[in-house]
């Protein structure tokens, strides 16, 4: 979530006392982390000031929608299949 710096203060206090802080997270005059881990998914919220040293998620969240080609999609996934099964440790099955 990105505010505008003057808002900042209130919209954090508005979602500390909706929302518990992620103990794992740094927390700045412009930046802080909010989660919930009732939900399913676990919520996450990272607040931050346009313009702040942490104003980076949104750039990440649109290269995620950014749209590519099916095959480049499916050449990445395989790879990353295949590495994430050759550096998993082999359990055995019940």
Known sequence: MRVERKDFQVVEAT???RF???PGSIR???FAAFENEACT?????QLTAKGGAFDVFHRFAA??????????YRA???AFVAD???HA???PMK
């Open 41 to 45: 998914p676990h919520l996450g919220i």
């Open 84 to 86: 994430t099964l050759l």
């Open 89 to 91: 440790k082999a359990k």
């Open 28 to 30: 700045t005059e412009e």
């Open 63 to 72: 290269a995620l929608r950014a749209d590519q080609p099916m095959d480049r």
């Open 15 to 17: 979602l500390a006392a």
């Open 76 to 78: 990445a996934k395989d």
């Open 20 to 22: 518990a802080r992620n």
